[in-house]
C-alpha cells in the first residue's frame, strides 16, 4: 500500500508539473478579455509550480523558454491525459474489486505514465537550463528542490 501511495503521489506531482509548464505556456498567450472558469482554472494551476516565475527572465529568455514550451506543447498534454486516465482506469478498477491481475495492469499503466512525464519533465529542464544564468539555475534547482520536500513532507504524514 505505501508503494501505491508513493506512485500515486509521485505521478500526481509529475503531472502536476506539466500541466503547470502548459497551462503558463498557454496562459501567455491568452487573449486580455478572458473571463470565467477557465481563466480562475488556469491561475490556480500556475500558482503552485510556476518553477521559472521570480527568476527574473530577460525578455529573449522568456522567449526562448516559450519556444521550448511550446516545442513540447502535444507532448505535454498527452502526458497529462495518460496519467489521468491511467489513474481513472487504477481507481476504478480499485473500486469495482478487480482482480489482483488486473489491479497490477492498472497500476503498472499508471507507473508507466509517471515515467513518461517525468522523462518529459526532465528533457524540458535540460533544454530550459542553458538559458538560464548561473544565479538563476541555482534558483530553479532550489525550488524544484522545495518541491520534491513538499512532496517528501507530504508522503511521511499519508503514510507516518
Not at 500526481?12 to 473571463?35: E, I, S
Not at 497529462?80 to 481507481?91: F, H, Q, R, S
Not at 491481475?101 to 497500476?107: R, V
Amino acid at each position: 500500500m505505501k508503494r501505491y501511495l508513493k506512485s500515486l503521489l509521485a505521478l500526481g506531482a509529475a503531472l502536476l508539473l506539466a500541466a503547470t509548464v502548459a497551462v503558463a505556456a498557454n496562459a501567455q498567450n491568452a487573449k486580455p478579455g478572458q473571463n470565467g472558469a477557465r481563466k480562475r482554472v488556469l491561475r490556480s494551476m500556475i500558482r503552485p509550480g510556476a518553477a521559472l516565475r521570480g527568476l527574473d527572465l530577460s525578455q529573449q529568455q522568456k522567449d526562448q523558454v516559450k519556444a521550448i514550451l511550446t516545442s513540447h506543447k502535444d507532448a505535454i498534454k498527452a502526458a497529462v491525459t495518460d496519467g489521468i486516465k491511467a489513474k481513472l482506469v487504477m481507481n476504478r478498477a480499485l473500486a469495482s474489486g478487480a482482480s489482483d491481475q488486473d489491479l497490477k495492469a492498472a497500476f503498472d499503466n499508471a507507473t508507466n505514465a509517471q515515467w513518461n512525464a517525468l522523462q518529459l519533465r526532465s528533457q524540458m529542464i535540460a533544454e530550459i537550463k542553458p538559458i538560464l544564468t548561473p544565479d538563476q539555475q541555482a534558483r530553479l534547482q532550489q525550488r524544484l528542490q522545495k518541491v520534491d520536500a513538499r512532496i517528501q513532507n507530504l508522503l511521511e504524514k499519508k503514510i507516518g
